[in-house]
């Protein structure tokens, strides 16, 4: 039952991806050049809602905590998050997104995933001697949150975990209302 839950909620992930615009290439550079910036309203006001959702959920009783799994936070993350955002710029495509254009049927798509399957063979075979060295030393602690969990710790614990995702959340949405469709050339 898991895995036929996983791949009708990976298959509704890929619809919606599709249906604003993230499987095309073009439309994730505009994006990312600032020119076109439907994309990112979209996925401003998608961040905004779901964190509202997930905090409310959890201080709600909704949605356990224990489910959650909070990576740690170390000096490869933010390498890794930087070789990332390049790829994306480079290619338009980001990891979800590239296996739904490949679901397409996009031939650029097939070189992106092929390519980001070759980066995680190469990552396996190097994990061994990269594994002791800085790039694994934990920033803030390692596995932390913004706000409200009891399970990991938290960079703010003296506010209302539901008033700092209601803060932030609105921002978001805010951003994402604010921003213009397309940046006049």
Do not use: N
Not at 41 to 48: E, Y
Not at 56 to 65: P, R, V
Not at 134 to 159: M, N, P, Q, R
Request: hydrophobic share 55%; aromatic share 10%.
């Amino acid at each position: 039952m898991t895995i036929l839950l996983a791949v009708v909620l990976g298959a509704l992930f890929g619809f919606v991806l599709q249906r604003v615009g993230a499987t095309d290439s073009k439309v994730i550079r505009g994006m990312l050049t600032l020119k076109d910036l439907r994309l990112a309203k979209t996925i401003l006001f998608a961040i905004g809602v779901s964190s509202f959702a997930l905090f409310s959920g959890m201080q709600l009783g909704l949605i356990d905590a224990g489910h959650m799994s909070v990576k740690s936070a170390y000096y490869g993350v933010l390498i890794g998050g930087l070789l990332l955002g390049l790829g994306w710029a480079i290619a338009g495509y980001c990891p979800g997104t590239g296996v739904a254009a490949l679901g397409e049927g996009k031939r650029d798509a097939v070189v992106y995933v092929l390519g980001g399957l070759f980066g995680a063979l190469i990552y396996t075979l190097v994990y061994e001697k990269i594994a002791d060295t800085w790039l694994f030393e934990k920033i803030a602690g390692g596995k932390v949150t913004l706000a409200g969990s009891e399970k990991y710790a938290s960079l703010i614990s003296d506010i209302s975990p539901i008033l700092i995702a209601g803060v932030f959340a609105a921002a978001f949405v805010v951003l994402a209302a604010l921003l213009p469709r397309r940046v006049a050339a």
